[in-house]
């Protein structure tokens, strides 16, 4: 089993529509989780960076972590084209600043 | 702030030469610089951590005398793929890390090698 665990997708939605993406992970000593999005042939860009379990908002992205269960998502509400990219999970037992473990990513198009 | 650059952008170049991409953080010192690796509709793979003035230290299955990694100043970091094979193509990205408030990983927008 990886460490962490991104369907790939692709995920296409209309514009306007709630998008959900997720990851599993099996190392309970990750602390730090963090989202970031890829434009094609471009460096990661951090969205969302939450410590531990809970909820973040940030506009329209929602960060959630349930660290119980091993499991993050981030939501995007109200979707627009530009958010068309690639969501990649990544996390650390450390702070943010050390080695990231990071998911697949998952392939989003949102069409207008 | 916490902008990160890499060059070049992009680089080809025949099987058996050596190739510099380097890492600047142009607004903030970077005591921790990584490097990874990405190919095509794959995840980010570290390949090493490096810290300034410090021998970097690499992942498993990472050949450290392939990939030469130098972050001989807070603000530069160099990976020199050396002897390049078709098999090292692929897209590196370098980040940066320092003391608070830019103490996140900051983002090169990669560098994108292909061995012909």
């Known amino acids: 089993q990886k460490e962490v665990e991104q369907d790939p997708g692709p995920l296409s939605v209309p514009e306007g529509a709630i998008v959900s993406l997720n990851c599993t992970y099996s190392?309970?000593?990750?602390?730090?989780f963090m989202w970031y999005r890829q434009y094609s042939r471009k460096g990661p860009e951090l969205l969302m960076y939450?410590?531990?379990?809970g909820n973040k908002e940030d506009g329209r992205f929602t960060a959630q972590v349930d660290k119980s269960s091993k499991y993050i998502s981030l939501f995007i509400r109200d979707s627009q084209p530009s958010d068309s990219a690639t969501y990649l999970c990544?996390?650390?037992?450390?702070?943010?600043?050390?080695?990231?473990?990071f998911g697949k990513g998952t392939t989003l198009s949102v069409s207008s | 702030g916490a902008v990160v650059s890499q060059h070049p952008s992009w680089v080809i170049c025949k099987s058996g030469t050596s190739v510099k991409i380097e890492c600047r953080s142009l607004?903030?010192?970077?005591?921790?610089m990584f490097w990874y690796r990405q190919f095509p509709k794959q995840s980010l793979m570290l390949m090493a951590t490096?810290?300034?003035?410090?021998?970097?230290?690499?992942e498993q299955g990472v050949e450290k005398d392939k990939f030469l990694i130098n972050h001989a100043s807070l603000t530069l970091s160099t990976l020199t793929v050396t002897s390049a094979h078709p098999e090292d193509s692929s897209f590196y990205i370098c980040?940066?890390?320092?003391?608070?408030?830019?103490?996140?990983?900051?983002f090169g927008p990669g560098t994108r090698l292909t061995v012909l």
């Open positions: 980040s940066a890390s320092g003391r608070a408030p830019y103490n996140e990983q900051f």
């Open positions: 190392n309970s000593a990750f602390q730090y």
């Open positions: 939450t410590y531990s379990s």
């Open positions: 990544a996390m650390s037992a450390n702070q943010a600043g050390t080695a990231l473990i």
């Open positions: 607004d903030f010192q970077a005591t921790t």
């Open positions: 490096s810290n300034e003035g410090s021998k970097a230290t690499y």
